[in-house]
């Protein structure tokens, strides 16, 4: 993962207003709401959004990313909604989560670098006791025309970091497929994702 890519989150998270909004992404939302908490791990969480959301619902809940301005604002939004979060910054490989910690796996817009992207989804795989679920909400192969015709709705630029439901397949290929599918979906988060745009969804349960 290069600099460049580190020093463009930190520099997204540096600012004063939360990038994406304090509220959870809508499709997490639907889906943590009907789920008993227990422990949960948010992949590339940013700003914190969905895991104070999860927190709040009584989960233990765990994050990981990159930027260390983003975890400063996650650890923020969390006091202030007084609820605890254990959030490490690096990269997946380095970090200390254990195989079958968790009873959940979150990755709302958690677009790994191409070069990355089998090798990390494998990983956290990993991280999933059997019977877990996986949730992810990530933009589609198709939402390239969309961010060509609107850049508001933000995204990757390149194909390769955007998510299909093959790639998904793929990495998660052990799990009862409880949705999978890419459709457009109109987004209202923060600054960054605003307008219409495709996305992949896949909830999943480890067999």
Known sequence: MTDTWLDRWNDRYRQK???YGTQP?????????????????FGAEGEGRNAVYAAKLGWEVFAFDISVEGKNKALKLAKENKVSIDYQVGQLPDLNFEDGQF????LIYAHFPPNLKSEYHQL?????????????EAFGKNHLAY???DPKIGGPA????????DELKSYFKKYEILQLE?????????????GKGS?????GRKE
Do not use: C, M, W
């Not at 990993?126 to 679920?133: E, N, Q, S, T, W």
């Not at 390149?158 to 439901?165: G, P, Y």
């Open 124 to 136: 956290l795989d990993r991280k999933l006791k059997k019977g877990g679920i996986v949730l992810v």
């Open 199 to 203: 996305v992949t969804r896949f909830v």
């Open 103 to 106: 009873d959940a796996l979150a």
């Open 182 to 194: 890419e459709k457009e979906v109109q987004l209202h988060e923060g600054l960054y994702h605003n």
């Open 147 to 149: 961010r060509n015709a």
């Open 17 to 19: 207003e939360f990038a």
């Open 25 to 41: 992404n809508e499709f997490l939302k639907e889906q943590l709401d009907q789920l008993k908490p227990g422990k949960i791990l």
């Open 158 to 165: 390149d194909l390769e970091t955007l998510l299909s439901t």
